[in-house]
């Protein structure tokens, strides 16, 4: 039984570290500005202005009823409090441009929610979504 634990915790431990390695955040990720920027898009969905996500979002596919379903979530958690913690991953498109996810906890009165914003090297957003 005590060599099946150790199996498995090595396992976890390498999968862990293969993990990490691989998700080295590009020369061109700025953690602090990624998350100032990424604070400003959730700030405006804790605000309810749908109008101002799309336009920071940036996509002709999307407008500000995309985030309304999103808005109410927020509104059932209450206030918005603080922030919480932060963490950084990188990925690429099917076409290999590079980006950064931004996650983000938030909590709220009655809640946390989670925000994954992800940017492009040129500071544009590659996606916006929120879990509670």
């Known amino acids: 039984m005590k060599k099946i634990v150790k199996v498995l915790f090595c396992l976890v431990a390498i999968v862990a570290l293969a993990s990490c390695g691989s998700n080295k955040l590009p020369e061109w990720a700025d953690t602090e500005v990624l998350t100032e920027n990424a604070r400003v898009l959730i700030d405006a969905l804790n605000d309810f202005d749908y109008e101002g996500v799309a336009k920071i979002y940036n996509n002709p596919a999307v407008d500000a009823s995309t985030f309304e379903a999103s808005g109410k979530t927020v509104e059932s958690l209450g206030a918005f409090e603080d922030y919480g913690d932060v ?19 938030a909590n709220y009165e009655s809640g946390k929610l989670t925000y994954t914003v992800s940017f492009f090297e040129d500071g544009a957003v590659a996606g916006f979504f929120v879990k509670q």
């Open 87 to 105: 963490s950084f991953a990188s990925g690429k498109t099917d076409d290999g441009k590079e980006f950064v996810r931004v996650i983000q906890i």
